[in-house]
Each structure stands twice: as C-alpha cells, then as structure tokens.
T-cell receptor, first 118, second 117 residues
Framework: AQTVTQSQPEMSVQEAETVTLSCTYD???????LFWYKQPPSRQMILVIR??????QNATENRFSVNFQKAAKSFSLKISDSQLGDAAMYFC???????????????FGTGTRLQVFP | DARVTQTPRHKVTEMGQEVTMRCQPI?????VFWYRQTMMQGLELLAY????????DSGMPKDRFSAEMPDATLATLKIQPSEPRDSAVYFC???????????????FGQGTRLTVV
C-alpha cells in the first residue's frame, strides 16, 4: 500500500524568505500524481500544485514550486518570497494512476504547519 | 465560481442521534470523496464514488456510517447512532479529468465540523 510521510510537523519562515517543506512517499507504481494542498485556519483545503510522475519537469505555480525526485520518492514544496497569507497546514498527497479497481483515492501525509513571521 | 458545497457547516448533536451531512459536488464532476479529519488520525478516506457508484468504503465503520449518492448533484454521509468519537471535520471533495473518467484534480468543500456530546 502507498504511504505518504511528512517528517516536519512544524516549520517557520520570515516574510519574503524561502522555505521548503519535505514529503516522501512509498509506492511500487510508476505512474501517479502528487499534490500539495494548503489548509488555512478557515479549514478550506486548497490545491496548491500538482505533479504528474511521468513528467520530469518540476511543476511551478507562481511562488510555489516542487522538487520531484522520482527515484528517491521525494516531493518537496518550495515557497519563495513567503507571505503572511502562506501560513497554514500543508498536506502532501498521492494518487495512483493504476487501472486497478478503486485506486482513485488521495492518500495524505500528516501535514506540516507553516508559520510566517513578519 | 464552481465549488463544492457542504451543509451544514457546523453540527452539534447528542450521542445517539442521527446525523446527516450533505455535499453538492461541482457540476460535471464524476468522482466524489468523503474524508474525515481529526487531530489524531489526520485525513482519512471514508468513501468514494465514481459516476455515483461506490468504489471504496473500507475506511468507514459499517455499523453506523453510510454514504450514498441519490443523484449526481447530491452525496450524503449519515451516522446513526452518533458517538462522541465521531467528532471531527468531514470533508467532501469532487474531481474530474480530461481522460475517460479518471480525475486529475480534486476540489474540497469547506467541511462540516461535527461535535457529538
């Protein structure tokens, strides 16, 4: 079974600085998606960025980028020019692309709480 | 602005009462998930549907929980009877994709915070 591990329960960063959140996963599959979701205090789960495993190029969305290392099964999120509004819980998630029955589910890590200081 | 709508946002109920949570997925999305979030267990998948058919409800306590999709615009999660350990935030999410029926992005509702006293 696939698992997702976020080893940093909490991280902090100063406004305008860069921070990297770690995520590792375990799978025997070769084709899958990886996601980062943000959950601010409002508790809304917001999709930040998505990476398809077959793509070698790292995904980027404005100030958010990933470092996808498929062989190492690592998927870190880099937030550049951190803003106060980036303070939230960040969840890494895995989604199989196997054609087997009932593999469409998202498997989440335990989350990393990011604090942003002025 | 398309979004997943969950009702109610908050629910406080007494132990033993029935609780029904509702979800309106984004129009056209064919995959619907129910997740439960607690401090201790994090985000757990309870059930999910594709084209209204249940695909996996192995994470759901069968004796008291049930999930249905009466039609494409409504998903329900029921707890009967409710217990204090059911207190959590329950999320519904829906997804769609370009290729066949596989979703590529899942969008979450704002959740229902359930408190069972």
């Amino acid at each position: 079974a696939q698992t997702v591990t976020q080893s940093q329960p909490e991280m902090s960063v100063q406004e305008a600085e860069t921070v990297t959140l770690s995520c590792t996963y375990d799978t025997s599959e070769s084709d899958y998606y990886l996601f980062w979701y943000k959950q601010p205090p409002s508790r809304q789960m917001i999709l930040v960025i998505r990476q398809e495993a077959y793509k070698q190029q790292n995904a980027t969305e404005n100030r958010f980028s990933v470092n996808f290392q498929k062989a190492a099964k690592s998927f870190s999120l880099k937030i550049s020019d951190s803003q106060l509004g980036d303070a939230a819980m960040y969840f890494c998630a895995y989604r199989s692309l196997s054609r087997s029955y009932n593999t469409d589910k998202l498997i989440f890590g335990t989350g990393t709480r990011l604090q942003v200081f002025p | 602005d398309a979004r997943v709508t969950q009702t109610p946002r908050h629910k406080v109920t007494e132990m033993g009462q029935e609780v029904t949570m509702r979800c309106q997925p984004i129009l056209g999305h064919n995959t619907v998930f129910w997740y439960r979030q607690t401090m201790m267990q994090g985000l757990e998948l309870l059930a999910y549907f594709r084209n209204r058919a249940p695909l996996d409800d192995s994470g759901m306590p069968k004796d008291r929980f049930s999930a249905e999709m009466p039609d494409a615009t409504l998903a329900t999660l029921k707890i009967q009877p409710s217990e204090p350990r059911d207190s959590a935030v329950y999320f519904c999410a829906s997804g769609t994709g370009r290729k066949s029926s596989r979703w590529t992005e899942a969008f979450f509702g704002q959740g229902t915070r359930l408190t069972v006293v």
